[in-house]
């Protein structure tokens, strides 16, 4: 049924992660004549490389590690740009896409926190009508926009899940306009790369069925209760109704942070806990113990009051703090 390009970027801390979201997409692609796996090598362990070929060997797909040391010093020392969260692995795949050599003329880039629990193959020939990416619409707070120079009014997307239209990618030097602006204009954002794709590329970017991107945040706090604490608008997101048709059983779930924890970690009460250890069992993990995550005051309480408040009562609550929080490191990152 055709060829699947697929690129993941990771450290040796996601490894598993992202170990479990490729069990699950070579589980439920199967029918595919070829997956070719591209992973970005943020110093990943030679005993979780091992096991990610050994994922690859058991389906019979191609994989490519790639050495990511290039890009790492291009972005210390040549751009000065600032680490996420201690790590410059997210910012991989926006100096990688150039130079892959793939048979097709386009690459799916999954974060690691990702779950596939269908067919990828309509994006086998999806139609990017001379856009160079296709991506889902991100919720985040709204206001978060004008942080970062977007309208109120524009579309921002989640770059969890990208489409890339590799082709026109290079024909179009997106590469170098990228570096351009981190070396002139703005090298220090809160949600780094995928800020960058939206203030330099959102006018050609293609909006991606919700299905391939959906956000774990519609579980943990409700559909509804999502699109007031973020301001949501059909305006500049996606319809309300088709959030809740995806809801029953979309292709991709991003198992998104919050004060539930993460699916890998010990203790957690996120809603895809049980779909990822579905697959992390028939993973080369399937001994991994989860580990207990050490969160600070504010996390507790915040976690706390998520479980014991009303959820109409507890979304006003987290939109007034994300609000804050957002503004935050969003002012912390920019001039630091």
Excluded at 61 to 87: A, D, G, M, Q
Excluded at 207 to 229: A, Q
Aim: charged share 25%; proline share 3%; with cysteine.
């Amino acid at each position: 049924m055709g060829i699947l390009n697929i690129l993941y970027q990771s450290n040796n801390n996601y490894a598993v992660v992202t170990g479990v979201s490729m069990t699950s997409l070579m589980e439920n692609n199967k029918e595919l004549d070829e997956i070719n796996i591209y992973i970005l090598n943020d110093d990943i362990h030679e005993e979780n490389i091992l096991k990610i070929k050994e994922i690859c060997e058991k389906y019979k797909r191609n994989l490519y590690i790639i050495n990511t040391e290039p890009i790492l010093n291009k972005l210390k020392y040549e751009l000065n740009v600032t680490p996420f969260r201690n790590t410059y692995t997210t910012y991989f795949k926006l100096l990688s896409v150039k130079n892959l050599q793939i048979k097709t003329d386009r690459i799916l880039q999954l974060d690691g926190d990702t779950i596939i629990t269908g067919s990828l193959a309509p994006l086998l020939d999806y139609n990017f009508e001379n856009n160079i990416m296709a991506a889902t619409y991100d919720c985040i707070f709204n206001s978060y926009k004008e942080l970062i120079g977007i309208p109120l009014t524009d579309k921002y997307y989640n770059c969890g899940v990208i489409l890339f239209n590799h082709k026109l990618w290079k024909e179009e030097k997106c590469e170098e306009e990228i570096i351009k602006h981190l070396s002139n204009i703005r090298n220090r954002y809160f949600t780094v790369d995928q800020d960058i794709l939206n203030v330099l590329f959102r006018k050609r970017i293609k909006y991606l069925d919700i299905t391939y991107n959906f956000n774990s945040g519609f579980y943990i706090y409700g559909i509804k209760e999502s699109f007031f604490i973020y301001d949501l608008s059909e305006e500049y997101y996606e319809n309300i109704e088709k959030v809740k048709d995806v809801y029953k059983n979309p292709l991709i779930h991003h198992c998104m942070g919050a004060m539930t924890g993460r699916p890998w970690e010990k203790n957690n009460i996120h809603p895809q806990n049980d779909l990822f250890d579905k697959y992390l069992k028939i993973s080369p993990w399937l001994d991994y113990k989860k580990k207990y995550i050490k969160r600070d005051k504010i996390f507790k309480i915040q976690k706390m009051l998520y479980k014991i408040l009303p959820r109409n009562i507890y979304i006003h609550i987290h939109k007034y703090g994300i609000r804050n929080y957002l503004n935050n490191m969003n002012k912390k990152v920019q001039y630091k």
